[in-house]
């Protein structure tokens, strides 16, 4: 599994670390170019995503994975951005990855509803696991439902009770729900 994180933290973020130390899978917490060059403001869409790609081949070619056999994601922006890939948003073809996992996918900007994030969901055809809190001004879970309607491939979908977009204290709701979407025993 390669996990990235959201817009305004780092592979350092305490539920990505926790998430990746309590899997039975071996867990690659990957930044973007800009935090890895000390920069804080995000990249646009396009640099990003090819960050991911190169990322997923140098990931397959140093630990020899066959990328269908990755799941890719992270959380907010960094699963955003892999689901992207993963559709094909990127205009090459949909990266060959076994699944995508979205920890509070930022449907829209908060306050904004109409300015949805779903154009690529009808092309993402693999297994997705969207972990959203029920009080994420990014998406209530009404909206995420439908956007979720839109995706080609199997979804599963949890919601966490009582938390918000940053998904607070609820790292053991979201490693149990990644546990059981993957079919891993608790450790």
């Known amino acids: 599994m390669a996990l990235w994180p959201g817009a305004g933290s780092s592979v350092d973020h305490p539920s990505l670390v926790a998430l990746g130390e309590s899997l039975d899978v071996p867990v690659f917490l990957v930044d973007f ?8 403001a995000p990249d646009r869409a396009p640099k990003l995503m090819a960050a ?6 140098r990931l397959v070619a140093e630990h020899e994975v066959d990328p269908r056999r990755l799941v890719i994601g992270g959380r907010s922006m960094g699963g955003r951005i892999c689901s992207m890939v993963a559709a094909g948003a990127d205009g090459d073809p949909p990266l060959p990855v076994a699944g ?10 908060p306050a ?10 009808g092309d993402l055809r693999v297994p997705t696991l969207f972990v959203c809190g029920d009080r994420d ?3 209530t879970p009404d909206e995420l439902a439908e956007a ?5 491939g199997p ?3 949890v919601t966490v009770p009582g938390a918000r977009h940053e998904l607070a204290d609820a790292d ?5 729900a990644v546990r059981d979407w993957l079919g891993s025993p608790p450790r």
């Open 33 to 40: 170019p800009y935090r890895r060059e000390g920069r804080r």
């Open 52 to 57: 991911v790609r190169d990322d997923v081949a």
């Open 100 to 109: 995508v996992l979205l920890l509070a996918y930022p449907l829209h900007p």
């Open 112 to 121: 904004k509803p109409e300015r949805l994030r779903t154009e690529h969901l």
């Open 137 to 139: 001004p990014f998406g």
């Open 148 to 152: 979720q309607a839109l995706v080609a």
């Open 155 to 157: 979804v599963t979908s």
């Open 172 to 176: 053991d709701v979201v490693i149990a």
